[in-house]
């Protein structure tokens, strides 16, 4: 049998990998807090700087030129260098993805994502993190989306379509969605296997039926930081982790497991 997932970290993805050559990625986290909080003595205002943040990983010029009221170029500039300097090691793989994305897919605005678009990336989910989390937790109804490429791929996954989303039956103690889901829920987080592509109307069901609605998204940078916009722009409070490598089917020609910052969920709750 192979060995669970867990055991075989540290895993590289396509375009980052959060672990580098240690067992996990608390390094990672412990960077990004000092970065985060050395732009907030620079900005300390958390919700300016998360709009400085959006507005220089916007890829669109026209876009960064419609939210040019927030810009401060001499921040910005400090910013993107000091996030060059210090997280290119975890984006490594990201030029030569791009130098080999097909035409068909270069229009894909996950796939497309820039090496410094990822930097921002991740200083957006921190932020987001820090400023949403109070709300996020006083959320009467709290749900998460787990990415399905955390699941266990030894055996047949036994997931099923629940009232929202689908949900992991728990067939296999070492499946990291199980293991997660066990720990969301002891903070009373309904746990989902991420599968849908619509999250707008997925978010809509879920609003119509709650009173007030706190959303936790555990997948790959891109991505995540795109379901953590929708969810602001749709009054959802949300908080996030990244996976530590992207490494599903829409990267790799196929699917590989991957794994996520256990203790770092933990922190969030
Ligand atoms: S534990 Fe859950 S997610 Fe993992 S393989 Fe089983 S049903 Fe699927």
Not at 28 to 35: G, M, Q, S, T
Not at 131 to 154: P, T, V
Request: some cysteine; overall charge positive.
């Amino acid at each position: 049998m192979n060995p669970h997932p867990a055991e075989k970290t540290p895993f590289r993805g396509k375009t980052y990998s959060l672990c580098l050559d240690e067992q996990n990625s608390a390094r990672y986290y412990e960077l990004i807090r000092e970065l985060t909080d050395k732009f907030l003595t620079r900005c300390p205002d958390e919700k300016k700087l998360l709009a400085h943040v959006r507005n220089a990983s916007a890829q669109k010029s026209f876009i960064r030129k419609l939210s040019g009221r927030v810009a401060d170029k001499e921040l910005v500039s400090f910013i993107r260098q000091s996030l060059r300097e210090s997280l290119s090691e975890y984006t490594s793989g990201v030029g030569q993805h791009l130098k080999s994305l097909p035409l068909s897919q270069r229009f894909d605005p996950v796939l497309k994502t820039k090496e410094e678009q990822y930097h921002l990336y991740m200083i957006e989910i921190e932020l987001v993190n820090r400023i949403y989390k109070e709300a996020f937790r006083k959320s009467s109804y709290k749900f998460a989306l787990i990415a399905h490429c955390l699941r266990d791929f030894r055996p047949e996954c036994k997931a099923y379509s629940g009232d929202y989303e689908t949900v992991c039956r728990g067939c296999t103690k070492d499946c990291l969605v199980h293991l997660g889901g066990t720990l969301l829920k002891k903070y009373d987080i309904h746990p989902y296997i991420s599968i849908t592509m619509d999250f707008e109307k997925l978010f809509k069901k879920i609003k119509a039926d709650h009173k007030s609605v706190g959303a936790l998204g555990i997948g790959c940078v891109p991505e995540l930081v795109m379901g953590m916009r929708l969810c602001i722009e749709m009054d959802i409070p949300p908080v996030g982790i990244p996976l530590d490598a992207n490494r599903c089917a829409r990267w790799m020609k196929e699917a590989h497991e991957t794994s996520f910052n256990m203790e770092e969920l933990e922190k969030l709750m």
